[in-house]
């Protein structure tokens, strides 16, 4: 076993557990055995574990040639066992771990990397792998090669929120001058209006002074919201989404919408995040199909939305394949993703619509089909071809 560095921190929100994190970076340039074909490749395997569960992000450096696809696979020494993943498919037999690209992160250029995260359970699950292979070829970690000096801190999971880069939509609502929605934002209300309103509020915000606020009352026709003018319809292949929202009043059974995006795809009609049965869900207007699908297992398989705090809420829409994922506060929400393979209770309904979306704009705000009232706030808005961290 090489020696690992070994980090403690603390994790604020939950003083009574100490999470371990170990940073493993493994490094080897490998020749494929008979081929003569250069191959090679590098793992950063950074974990966060606390008694009980971990999560791990994991990090692959290509040093050999392009891959047009990749399948990285390695063995547990103990216990742990993966229960979900974002940005790769991660199946487990026994020890053995398989992940393999998505729909979307496939291509791994000569000196490129990709990375992918997981969350597992287990008791021992303070221990790293290290017999990592990269499309069956050894990175030959499992102790025929030395480790490199790992990163003095493990690199960070998400990019900090002021990186927008070249974001189509990157909004903390502080140039808004006055209360009504301006500049790049429009209060819209499509259909019909009644007592649903949009404001610019500079008494609560995640980021500064402002944000904006949306007062949505039960009913359709008291549905409002804030449209941003960006046109959307060329971002992708996958279309990357980050937004604080706060909201007042828990998710009701009745279902309800507080983003909603309008699709080429479906003539125009949304592709809509809301809530029903108390939890989080997806909705696509025009088959009213629903992720996850509302059966008690699949919306356990969903999150509530928190009321009267932040909430990180990040999705990632697939505009080439049916690919959908989302992220809470950086946890994946195993019942809000749609991975192309029909899963009960999950994505088998969701999936029976094979033209993948294609968002051209973005509306926060609140629209109810039956009962409930809600207040929320939205602030630090990104929408763009690359992922933003919360
Ligand atoms: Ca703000």
Redesign the pocket.
Same mark, same amino acid.
């Given at each position: 076993m090489p020696n690992l560095p070994v980090r403690l921190l603390r994790r604020p929100w939950t003083a009574a557990v100490a999470a371990l994190a170990l940073a493993l970076s493994l490094f080897a340039v490998v020749p494929a055995s008979g081929s003569g074909m250069a191959s090679g490749c590098r793992v950063d395997y950074t974990l966060n574990a606390w008694s009980g569960g971990y999560t791990a992000e994991v990090r692959i450096t290509n040093t050999g040639e392009a891959l047009s696809g990749w399948r990285l696979a390695w063995t547990y020494g103990g216990d742990q066992h993966v229960t979900s993943a974002w940005n790769a498919t991660v199946t487990q037999t026994g020890h053995s771990v398989t992940a393999v690209n998505t729909a979307w992160n496939g291509a791994l250029p000569g000196g490129g990397a990709v990375g992918f995260g997981l969350q597992g359970t287990g008791q021992s699950v303070d221990s790293v792998p290290t017999d990592f292979t990269l499309n069956g070829v050894s990175c030959g970690g499992d102790g025929t090669s030395p480790p490199t000096t790992p990163p003095t801190t493990p690199p960070p999971t998400t990019p900090p929120s002021a990186e927008c880069g070249d974001a189509a939509v990157c909004e $903390?609502?502080?140039d808004q001058a006055g209360p009504t929605p301006s500049g790049n934002w429009r209060f819209t209300a499509p259909d019909c209006q009644g007592t649903g309103t949009a404001a610019v509020d500079t008494a609560v915000?995640?980021?500064?002074?402002?944000?904006l606020r949306l007062d949505g009352r039960a009913g359709y026709c008291n549905h409002a919201f804030v449209a941003a003018t960006a046109d959307l319809s060329s971002i992708g292949p996958v279309m990357h989404v980050r937004m604080w929202v706060r909201h007042t009043t828990a998710l009701p059974a009745a279902h309800v919408t507080f983003v909603s995006m309008p699709d080429s795809s479906q003539g125009g009609r949304a592709l809509r995040i809301g809530g029903q049965n108390g939890a989080l869900q997806w909705n696509r207007e025009s088959d009213d199909a629903t992720l996850p699908a509302q059966s008690p297992v699949g919306v356990g398989l969903s999150r509530p939305l928190p009321t009267d705090t932040w909430q990180c809420l990040r999705f990632a829409v697939d505009t080439s394949a049916p690919g959908l994922d989302t992220w809470l506060d950086d946890e994946q929400v195993p019942g809000l993703h749609a991975d192309g393979v029909p899963t009960q209770d999950v994505d088998a309904q969701w999936l029976s619509r094979t033209t993948p979306p294609r968002p051209t704009a973005l509306r926060l705000g609140w629209e109810s089909y039956g009962t409930g009232d809600d207040t929320l706030w939205f $602030? $630090?808005v990104v929408v763009g071809s690359s992922p933003v961290g919360c």
């Open positions: $903390d609502f502080e915000a995640h980021s500064g002074t402002r944000s $602030d $630090d």
